[in-house]
């Protein structure tokens, strides 16, 4: 074993090459742990799509009705809705933001389902969710007031999840009250 004595910055201190090797290896093994701790990973359309898409066990009046149902459930109030090309729209009241309460920045949510009937017992939904904040802001020459607008999808798979799983317990509660 070849013996080797290396200072690094006065704190380091390396005797032996087999130190310096098990040092550089931890040192790197850290430093891509961090490396992929820190990559905020963007979502493709795809994944957001797949996502935002389930299929329901039940008839399209049952899905349908579970829908607005658990929308309603949700806060949202329903804007629109077309039973037959099956879109119900819905959004929730906008609130000031504890933040920029002085500033005027009101959020809002919106909520699209759009429900398709695929074989006797089956029916596709993609329920898509959008956040809605306007600003106000104020011209102090002409002393006039606009709003801007930003949208940005929902991505938050457990909210999804856990709003799937209560329309499809909503559709099993109304299957069972038709019989």
């Known amino acids: 074993m070849r013996l080797l004595k290396i200072t690094v910055i006065g704190f380091l201190n390396f005797k032996r090459i087999d130190d310096m090797k098990k040092a550089f290896l931890s040192f790197s093994v850290i430093l891509c742990i961090f490396i992929m701790g820190c990559n905020d990973a963007q979502l493709t359309d795809l994944q957001i799509r797949e996502m935002q898409s389930k299929e329901l066990k039940g008839s399209f009046d049952d899905a349908y009705k579970a829908n607005l149902q658990v929308l309603q459930d949700y806060g949202y109030v329903i804007k629109s809705t077309d039973k037959e090309s099956g879109v119900i729209q819905g959004e929730t009241a906008f ?16 909520a699209t389902a759009t429900l398709e009937q695929f074989g006797d017992n089956t029916v596709k939904e993609r329920l ?4 809605k904040e306007k600003k106000r802001s104020t011209n102090a020459l002409s002393m006039t007031t606009i709003f801007v607008e930003d949208a940005t999808t929902i991505v938050d798979k457990d909210l999804y999840q856990k709003m799937y799983d209560e329309i499809q317990k909503e559709m099993f509660i109304r299957q069972n009250l038709n019989k």
């Open 95 to 110: 609130r000031k933001h504890k933040k920029y309460f002085w500033n005027g920045l009101l959020i809002n949510n919106e």
């Open 128 to 131: 898509c969710l959008v956040r």
